[in-house]
C-alpha cells in the first residue's frame, strides 16, 4: 500500500532560501527512496508504507538536528480519493471567479492584487485541495515558494 506523509517543520521563513531543517528533512525523505515534493511550509513524502514508516524517525531526528523547534506530521493512504460528491475541476473553477473578481486573469495582476488573490483562494478553501499550491503559483505565474510566502504573510 502507497502512504503519503506530509510534514511541516518550525519555525517558518519568508522570502530567500528554505530553513536547514525543511532542508534537511527533505534530504532524509530523498535519501530514504520516497517521491518528495518539498515545499517552504510543508513538505510531501510519497511511498511504500513500510519504507515510508520506517523513515519517518530520521526524518524527523533530521529536522529536528536541523534547528527545526516543531515537526508536524500527517499520514495518509495515497489511494484515498476526494469524497464522489467532490464537483470536478473545482480549483479551476475558484480561480475563475477570483479572476472575475478582480477582473483580469492572476497571471496580468501586480503583486498587491496577487497577494489579494491568494487570500481570496484561501477564504474559499482552495489551499485544502490536492495539488494547490503547484496549480495557483501556475495561474499567478510565480513560484511555490512565493505562494507560500504570500500564504505566510497573511497570518
Request: a negative charge; proline letters at 6%; aromatic letters at 6%.
Amino acid at each position: 500500500m502507497e502512504l503519503k506523509a506530509e510534514f511541516t517543520t518550525e519555525p517558518f521563513r519568508g522570502e530567500g532560501e528554505p530553513p536547514e531543517h525543511a532542508v534537511r528533512a527533505r534530504e532524509a525523505a530523498t535519501k530514504a527512496g520516497l517521491t518528495v515534493d518539498f515545499g517552504p511550509l510543508g513538505t510531501t513524502a510519497r511511498g511504500e508504507s513500510e519504507a515510508l514508516i520506517d523513515a519517518l524517525p530520521a526524518i524527523a531526528r533530521a529536522a529536528l538536528d536541523g534547528g527545526a523547534t516543531r515537526f508536524t506530521l500527517q499520514l495518509s493512504s495515497d489511494d484515498a480519493q476526494p469524497p464522489s460528491d467532490t464537483p470536478p475541476h473545482t480549483l479551476e473553477r475558484l480561480i475563475v471567479e477570483v479572476e472575475a473578481q478582480l477582473g483580469g486573469s492572476l497571471l496580468d495582476l501586480d503583486r498587491t492584487e496577487k497577494q489579494r488573490a491568494v487570500r481570496l483562494l484561501e477564504e474559499r478553501g482552495a489551499f485544502a485541495m490536492r495539488k494547490a499550491v503547484v496549480t495557483i503559483a501556475a495561474a499567478l505565474g510565480v513560484t511555490r515558494f512565493t505562494v507560500y510566502n504570500y500564504l505566510n504573510r497573511q497570518h
